[in-house]
């Protein structure tokens, strides 16, 4: 067994649908995902339970009491719960840009409510504990550079709508740092936009190891990159410093936490802008100590853990199907996952 019971350790649902589509390989549906997280098992350890998509196929946007009820009953089943969710914010999924036209920004903030609704549901049915609704600009880097003051502006007001929504259900909203999101798409512009939107009680960051391996390498924002552009990947010291400068500046923010690898490269599939590559945790072509440099975010400056979200998710998006249908890809990510709580979890 584990020597910590905290954080707990969740899967995430949406490798399943980022990437996949008619351009690239099908969907995986929300059952296998579950079954195949449900079924991995290392040295008597299990994950603790699932964040999900707020999206079809693996959930019905507009969803029915009935729906919910049984999305909560698959997965007490299977002995897990919920946590996060993230919000349909893009305009295929019927929302819109969070610094688009006032009809955009509008859809925007409807969508991000359905999903404090849902979660607001789960809660209601006992299998969701923790966690928080996830969101992005749903919007390019390139759209954002037109008129970076004034795009992040708009995208702080949307934001801030949607707090006034979530407070509303009892949610909290953490804003994903991905390359790929204009106004989050460096560490920089990320804590502008945070500030913008002023809301602290509210609002935080969801950090992603696979991301934000980019955010160092300034990857669409070249003014803020930590590491030079002829970087060495040999030396660990050079990383090792961008890391920690960086997850200084957005671990006060932090309040959602997604394990992760990368190989230092990006990637884009299906309708999914290029951002991060995630790789396999024993791909010996990752950059990241995933142990050690998850205690950058688990761990403050003091090195004492920081405990602010009670369970961290497995990220692995755009990863080819027959690698995500194989057992043994889950239990080779639960035991990295384990090893991360052993060195930086606490019992309760």
């Known amino acids: 067994m584990g020597k910590n019971n905290f954080p707990k350790l969740h ?50 946007i507009d969803f029915s009491g009935d729906e919910v009820k049984k999305l909560a009953d698959k997965v007490r089943k299977h002995n897990l719960a919920i946590g996060s969710i993230v919000a349909p914010v893009w ?99 990320m804590i502008n936009t945070l500030e913008e939107v002023d809301r602290p009680h509210t609002i935080g960051f969801q950090a992603d190891m696979a991301h934000t391996l980019l955010y160092t390498m300034g990857y669409n924002a070249p003014k803020s990159r930590l590491l030079p552009a002829k970087y060495d990947w040999k030396n660990k010291k050079l990383l090792d410093e961008a890391l920690v400068k960086m997850t200084d500046a957005l671990r006060p923010w932090t309040i959602d936490f997604h394990v992760a690898q990368n190989d230092g490269t990006v ?39 920081t405990k602010a979200f009670r369970h961290i998710c497995w990220d692995g998006c755009m990863f080819p199907n027959d690698v995500m249908l194989k057992q043994q890809t889950w239990n080779d990510i ?5 090893k991360v709580r052993d060195k930086h979890g606490w019992t309760a």
């Not at 008619?22 to 997280?37: N, V």
């Not at 359905?114 to 609704?133: F, M, N, Q, T």
Request: positive net charge; contains cysteine; aromatic residues 6%.
């Open 11 to 60: 899967n995430a649902m949406w490798p399943a649908l980022v990437g996949k589509g008619s351009d690239s390989e099908p969907p995986i549906d929300l059952d296998t995902m579950i079954a195949l997280t449900a079924k991995a098992q290392v040295n008597g350890v299990k994950f603790d339970g699932i964040d999900i998509f707020h999206a079809a196929p693996h959930t019905n």
């Open 91 to 189: 305009p295929p999924v019927g929302g819109g840009s969070a610094m688009g036209s006032p009809s955009d920004r509008k859809k925007f903030v409807a969508n991000v409510e359905k999903s404090c609704k849902l979660g607001a549901k789960l809660r209601d049915l006992g299998v969701r504990h923790y966690g928080v609704i996830r969101i992005d600009s749903a919007s390019s880097p390139a759209e954002w550079a037109k008129d970076p003051v004034g795009s992040t502006k708009k995208i702080a007001q949307t934001f801030r709508e949607a707090c006034s929504v979530a407070a509303d259900y009892g949610e909290r909203l953490a804003a994903e740092g991905e390359i790929c999101w204009g106004g989050m798409h460096s560490w920089r512009d």
């Open 267 to 305: 990637k884009g599939l299906g309708y999914h802008d290029k951002t991060g590559r995630h790789c396999m945790v024993t791909d010996k072509n990752g950059k990241l100590d995933i142990v050690k440099h998850a205690g950058l975010w688990l761990r403050g400056k003091d090195g004492g853990l």
């Open 334 to 338: 639960l035991a990295t996952m384990i």
